[in-house]
């Protein structure tokens, strides 16, 4: 009798266990449900980028101040950072030794012009005589030589006052330009040697420049933007201050260098701007955007649609079926949210933007918004007003 039970209950629980395993064939089972993305189609349209170059900002005229004459620093007409117009008196080098060298230079002159008027006399006086035969004609050739070596005693003594006299005017330093003076490298007292000692400084800095390096690849480019009229009236060129700001005054290119530098493959380009406000400080480092404008409509799709693997970009193109194809594309100039594309696409085709990280190639697609593509509650619509 209690072999038949644990019989049965075998049976009773083979039976569940087959039941739980299924009993039989598996349930059959459907597609995979469509993937939600957003698509956006190819489209083309003018494009616009914003190159940036690091500058540095310079004066277009600078001059550095240096001793001509030695001597102690006797006088500062200025104050550092002044403003300072051309000729005006800066620095003053003690003029007592050259104030002598020209007085004496000065008397100098005058002996040597009171000895070239007496020879002149006696050089007359014989002529006249030997024209009478009254004196040999060796004395007059000897007083026509002492005339000429009298004239140059006048030439030698005027040549030297003439140094004295710029000696004596290069003791007292005045401004080669007009703008301003920098803070001084000497004090009142100190030693000035001729030719090395640097005293300060001047520069202008209205207009002022900034000094860019380009690509030698866009060398074309420049030299069209600084030929044409309307790059100013454009604003091509603006300036981002460190501290974020934009410096609004219009620039124009002056000057772009002579040569290509080798080691680097770039060439200097010097870009000219008003500094009315002094907002501009020569040496301030800055960056330069410059507007690139393309020639001609270029394709523009949105740049999160695109996905780098193995050092390669694409996209998925929505095909036949809505189904995804990964396409590779090149990459041209990204600008705001958007990228240029030089290959891989043509205008009209659809590509998926949102929800690209969830798509895998041969998917079926689904338009769905934003927030559904990438995996998000949509936004709960606001109640209808009563």
Do not use: H, W
Request: charged fraction near 20%; hydrophobic fraction near 40%.
């Amino acid at each position: 009798m209690n072999t038949n039970y644990i019989k049965f209950g075998v049976a009773i629980i083979s039976t569940l266990t087959l039941a739980s395993c299924g009993g039989g064939k598996p349930a059959p089972q459907g597609p995979p449900p469509a993937t939600p993305v957003t698509t956006y189609t190819v489209a083309s349209q003018p494009v616009t980028t914003v190159d940036t170059y690091p500058g540095v900002v310079v004066a277009l005229n600078e001059v550095e101040l240096r001793a001509q004459v030695g001597g102690y620093i006797t006088a500062i007409y200025v104050k550092d950072g002044q403003k300072v117009t051309k000729g005006q008196r800066l620095y003053e080098i003690d003029r007592t030794k050259y104030q002598a060298a020209y007085n004496s230079a000065k008397a100098d002159v005058a002996v040597a012009k009171a000895n070239r008027d007496k020879t002149k006399k006696d050089a007359a006086r014989y002529t006249k005589l030997a024209e009478q035969d009254a004196v040999a004609k060796q004395r007059v050739d000897y007083a026509l030589t002492d005339l000429a070596n009298a004239e140059s005693q006048v030439a030698a003594a005027q040549a030297a006052l003439s140094s004295a006299a710029s000696d004596l005017q290069r003791a007292i330093i005045v401004s080669p330009l007009t703008g301003t003076i920098g803070i001084s490298q000497v004090k009142l007292g100190a030693f000035a040697s001729p030719g090395t000692t640097v005293l300060n400084t001047v520069s202008t800095n209205d207009p002022i420049a900034v000094d860019i390096s380009i690509n030698q690849a866009e060398i074309p480019r420049f030299v069209a933007l600084q030929k044409s009229t309307s790059s100013v009236k454009d604003s091509i060129f603006s300036i981002q201050l460190q501290d974020g700001t934009i410096y609004k005054r219009q620039g124009k290119i002056i000057a772009i260098d002579r040569a290509v530098d080798p080691t680097t493959g770039t060439i200097k380009v010097r870009i000219s701007y008003p500094n009315p406000g002094g907002v501009l400080f020569a040496g301030m480092t800055v960056n330069l955007k410059a507007l690139n404008k393309a020639a001609g409509d270029q394709l523009v799709i949105p740049y999160k649609a695109v996905a780098e693997q193995l050092g390669e970009f694409n996209v998925y193109l929505v095909g036949d079926s809505s189904k995804a194809v990964p396409q590779i594309v090149k990459l041209g100039k990204q600008f705001d949210q958007n990228v240029v594309i030089t290959s891989g696409l043509k205008q009209g085709d659809v590509i998926v933007v949102d929800g690209v990280q969830n798509v895998r190639p041969g998917a079926v697609v689904k338009p769905a918004s934003p927030e559904e593509a990438n995996g998000q509650q949509p936004a709960a619509a606001a109640p209808a007003k009563k």
